[in-house]
């Protein structure tokens, strides 16, 4: 079963930007479609951008349409999301998740779909 590990958080102004890593261990990385989740205090989870198997698919919420791009490595065994023109707002933990889908084209966006999730790396956006 792949395990995930995020990196790549930190504290950084509005209009600035980041990039956070998830790294997978285990077998066949690339059988996995990829996802990154948020969580704020007192919010509800939220899927902000997934990444199918073959990362030609991509799906992203509205609210990081434009300003995130999610990408693949399959090489690396590493998703990536990098993040620009970050707003106070984008503040949360920030989470990978895989899910084996069956489609090397679909990419989930319910975290329903996910069944492997990483320890979560903290964002925060001053403004």
């Known amino acids: 079963q792949v395990q995930l590990v995020e990196s790549g958080g930190g504290l950084v102004q509005a209009g600035g930007s980041l990039r956070l890593s998830c790294a997978a261990s285990g077998p066949t990385f690339n059988n996995y479609a990829v996802g990154w989740f948020r969580q704020a205090p007192g919010k509800e989870r939220e899927s902000i951008a997934a990444?199918?198997?073959?990362?030609?698919?991509?799906n992203y919420a509205d609210s990081v349409k434009g300003r995130f791009t999610i990408s693949r490595d399959n090489a690396k065994n590493t998703v990536y999301l990098q993040m620009n023109s970050l707003k106070p707002e984008d503040t949360a933990v920030y989470y990978c998740?895989?899910?084996?889908?069956?489609?090397?084209?679909?990419?989930?966006?319910?975290?329903?779909?996910?069944?492997?999730w990483g320890q979560g790396t903290q964002v925060t956006v001053s403004s």
């Open positions: 998740a895989a899910s084996r889908a069956a489609n090397r084209d679909y990419a989930p966006v319910l975290s329903s779909q996910y069944y492997t």
């Open positions: 990444i199918s198997r073959s990362g030609t698919t991509t």
